[in-house]
């Protein structure tokens, strides 16, 4: 286990906008945050059964967090809960490409963009972009699901951080009960599935693990090392 989280059974009623959508609760219908800037369209369906967490303050009563799946384990949209797996995944040592490694700074300025991580690995430093793969093909976790501006700017940072001679790498969470392998959504952005090409040629190193929500309110890591086609 990874995290605890006390979610709260709801079911989606539509996405009001890139950040809000509205679920029902116990009956009621609130509002929700949506953290997760993606399109989700494969998620956001009315009457699709999910998983929300409350939420103090603010015009939403509740964060949605993830959506229900075949097999009885959710998925997890929220990319802040994907990060705070991710981190104790670390801090257990439960990654194995990544034994040694600890975060030393967090939303760390690189020219014009801040990527997620900068990590201290047995003695060397390595700059890490995080990413969210929640699109489903089969076995497979996808990104991104949309065009992503700020995704090719990352890419293109870690780029020029190999090329400087640092060690890059970026990581994608792939949020999908049953994942076994990530691979980049062409259609979605096929610029960005270029971009991970040259990154792999240049010596970027990419990199993927799945997580999902138990219906106790447990994120478990389900694979720590997906394999990767680019």
């Known amino acids: ?98 034994r040694g490694c600890r975060i030393k700074q967090k939303e760390v300025k690189i020219g014009s963009s801040r990527l997620d991580y900068l990590l201290e690995c047995n003695g060397e430093e390595v700059w890490v972009e995080m990413k969210s793969a929640v699109l489903r093909d089969g076995e497979y976790a996808m990104y991104p699901d949309c065009p992503s501006i700020r995704g090719q700017k990352h890419i293109k940072e870690l780029i020029n951080l190999k090329d400087s001679g640092k060690r890059a790498m970026i990581i994608f969470i792939g949020a999908l009960p049953g994942a076994k392998k990530f691979k980049p959504y062409e259609k979605g952005d096929p610029k960005i599935a270029e971009l991970l090409k040259e990154a792999k040629e240049k010596g970027v190193e990419i990199r993927g693990i799945s997580i999902s929500l138990l219906l106790n309110g447990e994120i478990i890591l389900e694979n720590n090392n997906l394999e990767i086609e680019v």
């Open 1 to 98: 286990m990874l995290l605890k989280l006390p979610i709260i059974k709801c079911t989606f009623i539509k996405r009001l906008n890139r950040f809000v959508g509205l679920v029902e609760v116990n009956g009621e219908i609130k509002k929700a945050l949506i953290t997760n800037t993606g399109r989700l369209e494969e998620f956001m369906i009315k009457g699709r059964k999910a998983f929300c967490i409350p939420k103090q303050g603010g015009k939403t009563d509740f964060i949605l967090i993830g959506f229900l799946e075949k097999n009885g384990r959710g998925a997890v949209i929220d990319t802040r809960i994907q990060a705070k797996a991710f981190e104790k995944a670390v801090e257990l040592g439960l990654i194995p490409w990544l």
